[in-house]
């Protein structure tokens, strides 16, 4: 360490010489030939690697590294980082406003704040281990700079690319990056490229490190997926300051600590010598304002707008009214003169006519609306989080209210994600549940412990829950941990026999590949015998059984024709509810006989003695089937969309209750789907895509381009009436652009990625399907607590309008003064949005169906409970401003002098206003005319609270408030007055209760959605594609997409075209101008030729980040869809190898970013190179 901290201090000094100057020369390798080098997979990078540097080891000293010491010339980049009252209205209304503001801008900091530490949490709780100094040490991984040497161990996720130095039977998990399954095995000869953002899954080893942050395969995905583009401007903008001339960039990967920094070269688009014009359009584009907002802001909105222009309308003529009437009847009818003295009086009552005008405006346009949809919005998201729903849009809360279609993974998500033995097959009879260990035989039970304890990898285990009741962790091998759960629930105990028997034990093992099978473990007996346990798929281990245990545990002979009852009787019926069959067997070599040759595996593993045969599958979790029969219920259409086989898919939809008996539904596989989508060119058709998506039940064998093809097509579809609201489900790296499409992206929380995490609106942070309907419930929700706001507000607009309107036409003032109004729509309906906001929802909600895109906010019915207490309370108001003097025998507070003090007549007018509105709030909590309005009312004690303390309030600004607020003491005699007219708007809203709305026909609706026609010409102009709603709401993901692709095509030196079955090589170089796009259409179409020759190949499941799949693994459609043991953990020189990947596709990444990547072609790989559902094809697509 102490070498460490001198180089430290010996390269500090010269850090900002060597920032100035071009790298290469203190580097044998540039940050350019690294990003080349991992775009690389398997033989292709070994055969790079050992052109350019010979070996890893070339790399290391080429990096100044030791594969034992760290890099001693690295050192860690640095964070860049009216007489006395008059002033009362106006500043009443300034701090109202401020207060409005304050509120809107704390609750959006608080929400970022709630999500930033939750990310920053889980980041500075990742270590990694290094060896610095020659030292084993942990350190964060975002301290892990290029030329580190990483430890990497089993359970690790990698946080950097890098090259593999040391390896022990190392095999990784790539499904985050590449969507397939299978475990792919890294050495030093085949494949030793090490990816970030994929899993550790066996072995061990060390690596070098190569690329990290936004270098790294997850980091340049979520580059593509636009994280962190407002640091790739402010960056840019410094950089450009700073100097102009060329940097290489190689000693800033090196140099940073964090992702963050030097982010904004990498993340803008490189540039070609003509691409200072690409580069400004890109940074308009990037900079427009993102115009469309949510469904209910675009109505809010529209509805605010409507009611504005209303008001100033009002207002205007208010004035105008006030003035010519004064005019007049000073001027016309007194017959007075305009005496220069008199101008100042003159001057004050204009002044006042302005300040009622500006009163009738104040009433007329809903103030506190937008903040009673943000404290909707995060209150729900609150209460949202206690129910596993962490919301990153707010506006994604209320969408999901709207929602009308879900499109769900089912592993981990409908499914409990723990592989569990269900079904069993002992001592000659079928338990249809885990039998009781007493049912067992001794002897057998005694076999089935030992068995299953050795027989399974060690690395394999069951540890204790992290938190108190929750769920056991399985770690290592699913299948094999289901096997060890098996004898857990047979209360027995796996780890004595481990102990028993160590590892180093084990006399020999035949590991499982895809070509066995199987797994078998030999032991060597104390007497000098051998007994090899065995476990397998269940139709090649019941093949090599001869013997089978009997009901009393005693081995009998096991015929062919028994096999053949078996699989009748026991493994096809498991196989159809989509088990995982496996069958446990073992064979004695007794201690006479010579010793067998243990390398001839087929004569070892035969005349094997059947133990059971066990059904596995990953259970359905419990409360699903009853949250998708309440989605079904209230108008949601549930998808399953599954990598997973079609058998598999099928039972697990039906146990959902997402498929049901007799119906008329499709269950397809991703390449079926993919030929009834495609025209003869193999274009995708939305013609095509309404055909199916309607009756579209699951999706099986389904690619992440599959994912988002369908997610698009439902979403522009125009089939029916209304535009899906389509919410979907992913937890890849590569489920990031179906997540960026949805109009509602749930993420995993659990086993999501950061990259779906960032493209994602929710996070569901127990990754459990009830968890999205408690979603469209609280969405739901907010609507219709923003709806019975609405009524609320409206009801005292339409009132105070009318009043302010009318009293100052007919007595030259308003009843109503600024500050009142103030108080009744800043302050108490702020209260009321707050009271209305937090009715908690309630299953009824799920009881009807979405309100769709287009429908108004403000249904008829609610229009009638608006207008209906508006009569009553005009009637009322009205009655008291012009004979409430001789009702209470007070003077009259008409025709008042300019400066008088308050009277008592109105100030009995605005407490009867205000009271009348107190009870209203009671009626607008329920608003499809239901006659109970106080159902549920002590649920909501906000509610309640709210309501009692306003009241408090208003006896306090009555009794007290004086002058400010316009206001005389009111005799016990008033006050009761105006509690009883106030409390008559509740019986009166019985009496509207009693009309039916069908018989008002005269009543119109209002706030509707934007519709297609009304979008601005001008927007429509930008960009033809994008009418639709839910793309231009995405206006930036499309615009990142059109990066990544430019990209590919900007940096390539040499593009291999296919034409008429031979390979051509031919530059084809980035032309300024017309000439460029001519050049783009050519490589486009240069890969679609490709694209569409492998139509009926088996569906590439490719990423958007790795085109490169295995050329040994094909699917075998040919084989039976009976589900075999753990294909995941086949290795890879399987021929025979299911649920696998086509061929090798040349373009290793849709990131490529450097000159000089020479591609060549073969045309035997180019048939199911980039198929349809590939990610060039996405990217196409978007084109």
Known sequence: MGDMANNSVLYSGVKNSLKEANHDGDFGITLAELRVLMDLRSTDALRKIQESYGDVYGICTRLKTSPNEVCGEVSVGEEEGEGETGWIEGAAILLSVVCVVLVTAFNDWSKEKQFRGLQSRIEQEQKFTVIRGGQVIQIPVADIIVGDIAQVKYGDLLPADGILIQGNDLKIDESSLTGESDHVRKSLDKDPLLLSGTHVMEGSGRMVVTAVGINSQTGIIFTLLGAGGEEEEKKDEKKKEKKNKKQDGAIENRNKAKAQDGAAMEMQPLKSEDGGDGDEKDKKKSNLPKKEKSVLQGKLTKLAVQIGKAGLLMSAITVIILVLYFVIDTFWVQKRQWLAECTPIYIQYFVKFFIIGVTVLVVAVPEGLPLAVTISLAYSVKKMMKDNNLVRHLDACETMGNATAICSDKTGTLTMNRMTVVQAYINEKHYKKVPEPEAIPPNILSYLVTGISVNCAYTSKILPPEKEGGLPRHVGNKTECALLGFLLDLKRDYQDVRNEIPEESLYKVYTFNSVRKSMSTVLKNSDGSYRIFSKGASEIILKKCFKILSANGEAKVFRPRDRDDIIK????????????????????????????????????????????????????????????????????????????????????????????????????????????????????????????????????????????????????????????????????????????????????????????????????????????????????????????????????????????????????????????????????????????????????????????????????????????????????????????????????????????????????????????????????????????????????????????????????????????????????????WSVFLGMGTLLWGQLISTIPTSRLKFLKEAGHGTQKEEIPEEELAEDVEEIDHAERELRRGQILWFRGLNRIQTQMDVVNAFQSGSSIQGALRRQPSIASQHHDIRVVNAFRSSLYEGLEKPESRSSIHNFMTHPEFRIEDSEPHIPLIDDTDAEDDAPTKRNSSPPPSPNKNNNAVDSGIYLTIEMNKSATSSSPGSPLHSLETSL
């Open 569 to 976: 009787t026991v493994i096809e019926p498991m196989a159809s509810e989509g088990l995982r069959t496996i069958c446990l067997a073992f064979r004695d070599f007794p201690a006479g006989e010579p010793e067998p040759d243990w390398d001839n595996e087929n004569d070892i593993v035969t005349g094997l003695t059947c133990i059971a045969v066990v059904g596995i599958e990953d259970p359905v979790r419990p409360e699903v089937p009853d949250a998708i029969k309440k989605c079904q219920k209230a108008g949601i259409t549930v998808r399953m969309v599954t990598g997973d086989n079609i058998n598999t898919a099928r039972a697990i939809a039906s146990k959902c209750g997402i498929l049901h008996p007799g119906e008329d539904f499709l269950c397809i596989e991703g390449k079926d789907f993919n030929r009834r989508i495609r025209n003869e060119k193999g274009e995708i058709e939305q013609e095509r895509i309404d055909k199916i998506w309607p009756k579209l039940r699951v999706l099986a064998r389904s690619s992440p381009t599959d994912k988002h093809t369908l997610v698009k097509g439902i979403i522009d579809s125009t089939v029916s009436d209304q535009r899906q609201v389509v919410a979907v489900t992913g937890d890849g790296t590569n489920d990031g652009p179906a997540l960026k499409k949805a109009d509602v992206g749930f993420a995993m929380g659990i086993a999501g990625t950061d990259v779906a995490k960032e493209a994602s609106d929710i996070i569901l942070t127990d990754d459990n399907f009830t968890s999205i309907v408690k979603a469209v419930m609280w969405g739901r929700n907010v609507y219709d607590s923003i709806s019975k706001f609405l009524q609320f507000q409206l009801t005292v607009n339409v009132v105070a309008v009318i009043v302010a309107f009318t009293g100052a036409c007919i007595t030259q003032d308003s009843p109503l003064k600024a500050v009142q109004m103030l108080w009744v729509n800043l302050i108490m309906d702020t209260l009321a949005s707050l009271a209305l906001a937090t009715e908690p929802p309630t299953e009824s909600l799920l009881l009807r169906k979405p309100y769709g895109r287009n429908k108004p906010l403000i249904s008829r019915t609610m229009m009638k409970n608006i207008l209906g207490h508006a009569f009553y309370q005009l009637v009322v108001v009205f009655t008291l401003l012009f004979a409430g003097e001789k009702f209470f025998d007070i003077d009259s507070g008409r025709n008042a002098p300019l400066h008088a003090p308050p009277s008592e007549h109105y100030t009995i007018v605005f407490n009867t206003f205000v009271l009348m509105q107190l009870f209203n709030e009671i009626n607008a909590r329920k608003i499809h005319g239901e006659r109970n309005v106080f159902e549920g009312i002590f649920n909501n004690i906000i509610f309640c609270t709210i309501v009692l303390g306003t009241f408090v309030v208003q006896i306090i600004i009555v009794q007290f408030g004086g002058k400010p607020f316009s206001c005389s003491e009111l005799s016990i005699e008033q006050w009761l």
